[in-house]
C-alpha cells in the first residue's frame, strides 16, 4: 500500500521535478517507509512506500527493469502474485525481489494490456514503456485503490489522492457543477470520472488506459459482472449457492493474508466483520489483533457496538482492542480527518474510521474489513421496496436520493443550477445490459458505483491517513462475480444478505447473525447540538464561506434554526451535509 504520482510531459516539453516532489510530500501518510523520484526524457514519476510485501529495500519504487525499458509506480495488494510470478518464470523471466511489484511490470511486458485481467487484488499503478514511448494505468475492478488526474496544457498530472495535485499549484480549483448535484442528490455519491474539483477526474474503476506522447489517451473497460445466469445456474439450489459463497469467501479471506507482516481485523460487532473474524479462525490465524471503536452516546441512540463485537472477540479468542472515544476527541480530530478525504464524504463513519485508524496503526499495518458486504449481498432497507418497483428510476432516487432535483435548486446559487444530472446518471446505469429486473439493476448500481464512492473511499482515505492498508474480502472480483448470479430473494429476503447470514451460522454464533442491523455510528453528527451546531456554524457563517456562495441563504438559515427536522431519507443530516462541503473547500484551499 503506497501513494503514486506523477507528471507526463507532452510534445518534448521541459520537465520539471517541482510537481513530483509537492505530491510526494502531500502523501507522506500513504508511504512512511520510503520516497523517491524517476526522472526520465518525459515522464516523471513518485512513490511513498508503506512496506508490507517484500520488506526489503529491493522493492522500493518507482521499479525500473532497464532490461525491459519499463518503470513502474504502483499502489497496493496482487494476492495471487507467487502463482503469477511461477507463470512468468516458466515464460523465461527472472526476478530480483519477492514483492508483487516486479510481477506486475513484469507480466505486462509478458501479456500486455491484458494483464490486469490476470490480477486478484486491489491497485492502482502507471507503467512507463519506454520502446513503445507510452505510459498505461490501471486501476482494479472495484475501484478500491485510488487514481486521480488533471490535464494542463502541457502535462498530465496524477497522483493517489486529489489534495496532492492541488498541492501542485498548477490547478486553479473550482467547484464542478455536475458534480455538486451528485453530491447534495445522490447521497454524496460523485461516479467517475466526476470529482468535486473542475478539470480533476478520477479513472474509472475496472477501466485501463494509455497515455501517448503526443497527450492522447485512449481508455477500455476491461471487467463488468453480469447479474444473470446461464442454463446450469438457473438450476442451482439455494443450498447450492450457499456452499459456493462459504468457499469463495473463505478463499478471498485468506487471499488477503498475503503479507510479510501480521493481519489484524476492524471487528465492528456487526454480521460482516465478524464473519470475517471467523473465517480467519477457521483458517488457522492465531493471535489475530482485532479492533473496535465506540463514541459517546445521544440520548436513546446507542453510540457503541461493544456487546457484539465482545461475543465475537470472546468466542476466537482474539486480541482484543476496544477504543473509546469520548465527544471531546471528535470535533479537534476533525480537521485532521477532512483534510485526508480526497472528496467530501459525509457519512459519520469518517471521523470513526479515522480515529480508529490511527489507534489500530500503533499496533498492525495491514487489517481486513467487512465493507461491501452490503452492497453486494442486499443488505439495505432500500432494497425490499426494489423487488416489486414499476418504476425503478424514480423509485430509487426516491429511497436513496438525499433530496429533490427541485430541492437541490433550491439550496444552491443560480451559479450551480443545471440539469438533474443524478436521475439520467440513474436512468443510464439501469439501461445497461447485463441486469434485467429492477433489484439486479439496483445491486448493480450500488456494487459499481456507490459502493467505490463513498465506503471504499472512506476506508481508503482513512486508513492510509495512518499508514494502514485495508484490505475487503468481500470485494474480491470472483464473489462479486457469484454473488451478482445469485437470485436477488436469496440475498435480499429474511432482513436482507439471507444467503450470507445462513452461510455464516456454520462460523459465527447466531446472536451476532440475528442481531438489529447496525450501522457505524457518530450520534452526534447525526443530531448536531451544543458544540457540535456551533461548529456547524462556525463554518458555514465565515466569511470564506459567505463568499464561497455556494448555497442559498435562506435554505441554510432553515437548516440551522432546526437541523434535526432536516434529515435525509438515509438518516443523515442536511447541515451537517452542506457543512461538510464547506468544511472540505476550506481544508484544501478551494
Same mark, same amino acid.
Given at each position: +500500500?503506497?501513494?503514486?504520482?506523477?507528471?507526463? &510531459?507532452?510534445?518534448?516539453?521541459?520537465?520539471?521535478?517541482?510537481?513530483?516532489?509537492?505530491?510526494?510530500?502531500?502523501?507522506?501518510?500513504?508511504?512512511?517507509?520510503?520516497?523517491?523520484?524517476? !526522472?526520465?526524457?518525459?515522464?516523471?514519476?513518485?512513490?511513498?512506500?508503506?512496506?508490507?510485501?517484500?520488506?526489503?529495500?529491493?522493492?522500493?519504487?518507482?521499479?525500473?527493469?532497464?532490461?525491459?525499458?519499463?518503470?513502474?509506480?504502483?499502489?497496493?495488494?496482487?494476492?495471487?502474485?507467487?502463482?503469477?510470478?511461477?507463470?512468468?518464470?516458466?515464460? $523465461?523471466?527472472?526476478? %530480483?525481489?519477492?514483492?508483487?511489484?516486479?510481477?506486475?511490470?513484469?507480466?505486462?511486458?509478458?501479456?500486455?494490456?491484458?494483464?490486469?485481467?490476470?490480477?486478484?487484488? +486491489? &491497485?492502482?499503478?502507471?507503467?512507463?514503456?519506454?520502446?513503445?514511448?507510452?505510459?498505461?494505468?490501471?486501476?482494479?475492478?472495484?475501484?478500491?485503490?485510488?487514481?486521480?488526474?488533471?490535464?494542463?496544457?502541457?502535462?498530465?498530472?496524477?497522483?493517489?489522492?486529489?489534495?496532492?495535485?492541488? /498541492?501542485?499549484?498548477?490547478?486553479?480549483?473550482?467547484?464542478? /457543477?455536475?458534480?455538486?448535484?451528485?453530491?447534495?442528490?445522490?447521497?454524496?455519491?460523485?461516479?467517475?470520472? %466526476?470529482?468535486?474539483?473542475?478539470?480533476?477526474?478520477?479513472?474509472?474503476?475496472?477501466?485501463?488506459?494509455?497515455?501517448?506522447?503526443?497527450?492522447?489517451?485512449?481508455?477500455?473497460?476491461?471487467?463488468?459482472?453480469?447479474?444473470?445466469?446461464?442454463?446450469?445456474?438457473?438450476?442451482?439450489?439455494?443450498?447450492?449457492?450457499?456452499?459456493?459463497?462459504?468457499?469463495?469467501? @473463505?478463499?478471498?479471506?485468506?487471499?488477503?493474508?498475503?503479507?510479510?507482516?501480521?493481519?489484524?481485523?476492524?471487528?465492528? $460487532?456487526?454480521?460482516?466483520?465478524?464473519? *470475517?473474524?471467523?473465517?480467519?479462525?477457521?483458517?488457522?490465524?492465531?493471535?489475530?489483533?482485532?479492533?473496535?471503536?465506540?463514541?459517546?452516546?445521544?440520548?436513546?441512540?446507542?453510540?457503541?457496538?461493544?456487546?457484539?463485537?465482545?461475543?465475537?472477540?470472546?468466542?476466537?479468542?482474539?486480541?482484543?482492542?476496544?477504543?473509546?472515544?469520548?465527544?471531546?476527541?471528535?470535533?479537534?480530530?476533525?480537521?485532521?480527518?477532512?483534510?485526508?478525504?480526497?472528496?467530501? @464524504?459525509?457519512?459519520?463513519?469518517?471521523?470513526?474510521?479515522?480515529?480508529?485508524?490511527?489507534?489500530?496503526?500503533?499496533? *498492525?499495518?495491514?487489517?481486513?474489513?467487512?465493507?461491501?458486504?452490503?452492497?453486494?449481498?442486499?443488505?439495505?432497507?432500500?432494497?425490499?421496496?426494489?423487488?416489486?418497483?414499476?418504476?425503478?428510476?424514480?423509485?430509487?432516487?426516491?429511497?436513496?436520493?438525499?433530496?429533490?432535483?427541485?430541492?437541490?435548486?433550491?439550496?444552491?446559487?443560480?451559479?450551480?443550477?443545471?440539469?438533474?444530472?443524478?436521475?439520467?446518471?440513474?436512468?443510464?446505469?439501469?439501461?445497461?445490459?447485463?441486469?434485467?429486473?429492477?433489484?439486479?439493476?439496483?445491486?448493480?448500481?450500488?456494487?459499481?458505483? @456507490?459502493?467505490?464512492?463513498?465506503?471504499?473511499?472512506?476506508?481508503?482515505? @482513512?486508513?492510509? /491517513?495512518?499508514?494502514?492498508?485495508?484490505?475487503?474480502?468481500?470485494?474480491?472480483?470472483?464473489?462479486?462475480?457469484?454473488?451478482?448470479?445469485?437470485?436477488?430473494?436469496?440475498?435480499?429476503?429474511?432482513?436482507?444478505?439471507?444467503?450470507?447470514?445462513?452461510?455464516?451460522?456454520?462460523?459465527?454464533?447466531?446472536?451476532?447473525?440475528?442481531?438489529?442491523?447496525?450501522?457505524?455510528?457518530?450520534?452526534?453528527?447525526?443530531?448536531?447540538?451544543?458544540?457540535?451546531?456551533?461548529?456547524?456554524?462556525?463554518?458555514?457563517?465565515?466569511?470564506?464561506?459567505?463568499?464561497?456562495?455556494?448555497?442559498?441563504?435562506?435554505?441554510?438559515?432553515?437548516?440551522?434554526?432546526?437541523?434535526?427536522? !432536516?434529515?435525509?431519507?438515509?438518516?443523515?443530516?442536511?447541515?451537517?451535509?452542506?457543512?461538510?462541503?464547506?468544511?472540505?473547500?476550506?481544508? !484544501?484551499?478551494?
Amino acid at each position: +500500500m503506497c501513494g503514486i504520482c506523477g507528471e507526463i &510531459f507532452f510534445n518534448r516539453q521541459p520537465i520539471y521535478e517541482d510537481s513530483v516532489i509537492r505530491m510526494n510530500q502531500a502523501m507522506a501518510a500513504r508511504g512512511p517507509d520510503n520516497e523517491d523520484i524517476y !526522472h526520465g526524457i518525459w515522464t516523471l514519476m513518485g512513490h511513498r512506500r508503506l512496506k508490507i510485501i517484500d520488506l526489503s529495500d529491493d522493492s522500493n519504487q518507482p521499479m525500473i527493469d532497464p532490461k525491459l525499458g519499463l518503470i513502474i509506480v504502483y499502489n497496493g495488494a496482487i494476492y495471487n502474485y507467487k502463482i503469477l510470478k511461477d507463470e512468468l518464470i516458466e515464460k $523465461g523471466y527472472t526476478f %530480483h525481489t519477492s514483492g508483487d511489484t516486479e510481477v506486475i511490470l513484469k507480466a505486462y511486458h509478458a501479456w500486455g494490456e491484458d494483464c490486469v485481467t490476470r490480477f486478484n487484488g +486491489m &491497485f492502482a499503478f502507471a507503467i512507463y514503456n519506454q520502446a513503445k514511448d507510452k505510459v498505461f494505468m490501471a486501476r482494479d475492478r472495484l475501484g478500491i485503490k485510488p487514481l486521480y488526474f488533471h490535464k494542463t496544457g502541457n502535462s498530465l498530472l496524477f497522483a493517489s489522492s486529489l489534495p496532492a495535485l492541488l /498541492a501542485t499549484g498548477k490547478i486553479k480549483p473550482q467547484i464542478s /457543477a455536475q458534480a455538486l448535484h451528485y453530491y447534495l442528490t445522490f447521497h454524496s455519491v460523485v461516479p467517475a470520472p %466526476h470529482t468535486m474539483v473542475s478539470g480533476i477526474e478520477k479513472l474509472p474503476p475496472a477501466t485501463w488506459a494509455v497515455i501517448s506522447q503526443d497527450g492522447t489517451m485512449t481508455r477500455n473497460t476491461y471487467w463488468h459482472p453480469v447479474y444473470q445466469r446461464d442454463q446450469e445456474e438457473e438450476n442451482y439450489t439455494f443450498d447450492d449457492w450457499k456452499e459456493r459463497v462459504s468457499q469463495t469467501l @473463505m478463499a478471498s479471506v485468506k487471499r488477503r493474508l498475503v503479507a510479510d507482516v501480521p493481519v489484524g481485523v476492524l471487528l465492528s $460487532g456487526g454480521l460482516d466483520s465478524s464473519l *470475517v473474524v471467523g473465517l480467519l479462525a477457521e483458517a488457522g490465524q492465531k493471535d489475530l489483533k482485532t479492533f473496535s471503536i465506540g463514541f459517546d452516546s445521544v440520548g436513546d441512540e446507542k453510540g457503541d457496538e461493544f456487546l457484539y463485537s465482545d461475543i465475537i472477540a470472546r468466542h476466537f479468542a482474539t486480541d482484543h482492542h476496544k477504543i473509546q472515544v469520548s465527544g471531546s476527541e471528535v470535533l479537534p480530530s476533525m480537521p485532521a480527518c477532512v483534510k485526508a478525504m480526497s472528496e467530501p @464524504m459525509v457519512s459519520h463513519d469518517c471521523i470513526g474510521f479515522y480515529l480508529l485508524s490511527q489507534k489500530v496503526a500503533e499496533h *498492525v499495518r495491514v487489517v481486513q474489513s467487512g465493507q461491501g458486504a452490503d452492497e453486494i449481498f442486499g443488505g439495505y432497507h432500500w432494497y425490499p421496496p426494489m423487488m416489486e418497483s414499476t418504476d425503478p428510476v424514480t423509485d430509487y432516487r426516491s429511497v436513496f436520493g438525499d433530496r429533490s432535483h427541485d430541492e437541490f435548486l433550491e439550496m444552491v446559487t443560480q451559479a450551480y443550477h443545471g440539469d438533474d444530472v443524478s436521475t439520467r446518471f440513474i436512468r443510464d446505469h439501469f439501461d445497461m445490459p447485463g441486469a434485467d429486473t429492477p433489484i439486479d439493476k439496483t445491486l448493480r448500481l450500488d456494487t459499481l458505483v @456507490m459502493l467505490t464512492e463513498d465506503p471504499v473511499k472512506r476506508v481508503d482515505n @482513512m486508513t492510509m /491517513a495512518a499508514g494502514l492498508e485495508a484490505r475487503v474480502p468481500f470485494l474480491d472480483h470472483e464473489l462479486v462475480e457469484l454473488v451478482a448470479k445469485i437470485p436477488a430473494e436469496h440475498k435480499v429476503g429474511h432482513g436482507g444478505k439471507h444467503i450470507l447470514k445462513e452461510a455464516a451460522r456454520a462460523v459465527i454464533p447466531n446472536e451476532v447473525i440475528d442481531r438489529p442491523k447496525g450501522y457505524f455510528p457518530v450520534p452526534a453528527l447525526k443530531y448536531l447540538q451544543g458544540e457540535y451546531l456551533d461548529f456547524v456554524k462556525g463554518i458555514l457563517n465565515t466569511d470564506t464561506a459567505r463568499d464561497r456562495n455556494l448555497f442559498n441563504r435562506d435554505y441554510i438559515d432553515r437548516l440551522l434554526a432546526d437541523p434535526e427536522s !432536516h434529515i435525509t431519507p438515509l438518516k443523515g443530516s442536511k447541515l451537517w451535509q452542506a457543512a461538510l462541503l464547506e468544511y472540505w473547500c476550506q481544508q !484544501h484551499d478551494i
